[in-house]
């Protein structure tokens, strides 16, 4: 089958293509950065249905894992850096969903996306105000989207990652090292050694839950949000 992954270029998305890969599928990887086979920044909201539109053959699985966090005190949350958030990890993953979605529906295809948000959608962190709203919207959209594309044998579902070993947490402890005016291993070690598993994930083990939610092993499984996070988040 071919599959569609942003953000393939490092981290979890890279994981999710090359555990896809292993399964068998084909993988067309997106990302702004280069060593992917598209090339492209999804801040171009209006780019992404021609480019779905141009591909040969529509991907029948798609994972939104291209996202962008800015840590920063609650006072200093500014519009520019939301609206850029909310674009890159709200608006691209919907435009992205409309787009597949319509060539499927149009080719008679099934299709099964996961979108990646995450568990500070139910736990926010201090400094993250506006990346954990736009999780939580990426939450809601999949419910959404699984509603309105259910009927065309479409799923949408969610995984709500933990910290992880990716580039994104490496940034993230150094924000918030020049924030505390700490080092980096001093922000990250108090997290890690709350965690029930006492250890971030590794990319891969986030990418094992994504490969099943987009296989015919989750075949009835549809708006719903995996929590992958070691036992950080309990309900
Ligand atoms: N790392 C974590 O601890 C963690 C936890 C929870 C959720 N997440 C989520 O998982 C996803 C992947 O995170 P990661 O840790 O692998 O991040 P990462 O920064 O290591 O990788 C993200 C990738 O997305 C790409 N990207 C960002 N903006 C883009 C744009 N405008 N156009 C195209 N590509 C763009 C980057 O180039 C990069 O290759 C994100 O949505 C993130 O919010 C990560």
Redesign the pocket.
């Known amino acids: 089958m071919l599959a569609l992954v942003?953000?393939?270029?490092?981290?979890?998305?890279?994981a999710i293509a090359d555990k896809l890969r292993q399964d068998g599928h084909q993988v067309i990887g997106?990302?702004?950065?280069a060593g992917v086979e598209a090339q492209?920044?999804?801040?171009d909201l209006e780019g992404i249905p021609a480019f779905i539109d141009q591909l040969p053959e529509c991907p029948q699985i798609l994972v939104?894992?291209?996202?962008?966090?800015l840590t920063r005190p609650f006072f200093e949350v500014e519009q520019p850096g939301f609206a850029r958030m909310q674009?890159?990890?709200v608006q691209?993953p919907l435009v992205l969903i409309q787009s597949v979605a319509a060539r499927l529906v149009k080719e008679g295809k099934s299709g099964s996306f996961v979108n990646?948000?995450?568990?500070?959608a139910f736990m926010p962190k201090l400094e993250q105000l506006d990346?954990a709203a736009t999780?939580a919207a990426l939450i809601s959209i999949t419910k959404s989207a699984a509603l309105s594309l259910g009927p065309h044998g479409i799923r949408v579902n969610a995984v709500?990652?933990?910290?992880?070993?990716?580039?994104?947490?490496q940034?993230?402890a150094q924000q918030r090292a020049d924030i505390r005016g700490v080092s980096p291993e001093e922000t990250l070690a108090p997290v890690v050694n709350a965690l029930p598993l006492k250890r971030?994930?590794e990319?891969h083990e986030?990418a094992e839950v994504i490969a099943f939610l987009a296989s015919d092993a989750a075949s009835y499984v549809t708006g719903q949000t995996y929590v992958v996070d070691g036992g950080q988040w309990m309900r």
């Open positions: 942003t953000g393939a270029a490092q981290g979890i998305g890279k997106v990302d702004r950065q492209l920044d999804l801040t939104n894992a291209a996202g962008i966090c674009t890159i990890n691209a990646i948000t995450s568990n500070s990346y999780k709500a990652p933990g910290i992880t070993n990716t580039p994104l947490t940034g993230i971030m994930a990319p986030i």
